[in-house]
Nanobody, 123 residues
Framework: QVQLVESGGGVVQAGGSLRLSCTASRLTYTSSAMGWFRQAPGKERDFVAAITWSGDSTVYADSVKGRFTVSRDNAKKTMYLQMNSLKPEDTAAYYC????????????????WGQGTQVTVSS
């Protein structure tokens, strides 16, 4: 059973930066595509970014493109989300996920989820 644990959330002023981490245990190739999603209160969980097993391919939501960067270190079994130029509308709980389909933007195509880490951006 894959287990995912996020960390790195917090409170930051608009324009600031944060780096989220997602550490995986028992990650196998069949659940190796990974992604970040976020969910604001009262809203659906939205796609943020995804990365393949090798890290050679990434995709981003239009709302974060150019500001966020997803990466992974398989030796450390950790995925990262570097978030720069943060905006108040980036405020949400951020979740990492693992699944078999690289680059998927759909929550239903990820079988494993972390517990989430809160990011709050003040104006």
């Amino acid at each position: 059973q894959v287990q995912l644990v996020e960390s790195g959330g917090g409170v930051v002023q608009a324009g600031g930066s944060l780096r989220l981490s997602c550490t995986a245990s028992r990650l196998t190739y069949t659940s190796s595509a990974m992604g970040w999603f976020r969910q604001a209160p009262g809203k659906e969980r939205d796609f943020v970014a995804a990365i393949t097993w090798s890290g050679d391919s990434t995709v981003y939501a239009d709302s974060v493109k150019g500001r966020f960067t997803v990466s992974r270190d398989n030796a450390k079994k950790t995925m990262y989300l570097q978030m720069n130029s943060l905006k108040p509308e980036d405020t949400a709980a951020y979740y990492c996920a693992a699944g078999p389909k690289p680059g998927s933007r759909k929550t239903g195509e990820y079988g494993y989820w972390g517990q989430g880490t809160q990011v709050t951006v003040s104006s």
